[in-house]
Nanobody, 123 residues
Framework: VQLQAFGGGLVQAGGSLRLSCAASRRTVSNNGMGWFRQAPGKEREFVAGISWNGGNTHYAESVKGRFTISRDNAKNTVYLQMDALKPEDTAVYSC?????????????????WGQGTLVTVSS
């Protein structure tokens, strides 16, 4: 599986961005999917996860109520809608496919990783 995240950019605080993660070479419709981010000088952290059919989602406390993860299995694509962005959301965002049909918060639970897309939120 190859994963490619795109949709990042520069946005002012309070603004919105929608990230997409497209999978190729193989379907990820049976995999849980997750979004992670890594800010400069910090460890990679979990942002949001979604189960194989979209029936279960979960979020990091820092983004709950502002970010929404979704997926379209027909398009082999996962999305992250980010609203009310804050400067502390600035990071490289990456998507990943889980080892199972559900998603977890631990990096070790993900098998396939895509290259990230940079999100910069200005104050």
């Amino acid at each position: 599986v190859q994963l490619q995240a795109f949709g990042g950019g520069l946005v002012q605080a309070g603004g919105s961005l929608r990230l997409s993660c497209a999978a190729s070479r193989r379907t990820v419709s049976n995999n849980g999917m997750g979004w992670f981010r890594q800010a400069p000088g910090k460890e990679r952290e979990f942002v949001a996860g979604i189960s194989w059919n979209g029936g279960n989602t979960h979020y990091a406390e820092s983004v709950k109520g502002r970010f929404t993860i979704s997926r379209d299995n027909a398009k082999n694509t996962v999305y992250l809608q980010m609203d009310a962005l804050k400067p502390e959301d600035t990071a490289v965002y990456s998507c990943a496919a889980s080892l199972s049909s559900v998603s977890g918060v631990r990096i070790e639970g993900y098998r396939y990783w895509g290259q990230g897309t940079l999100v910069t939120v200005s104050s």
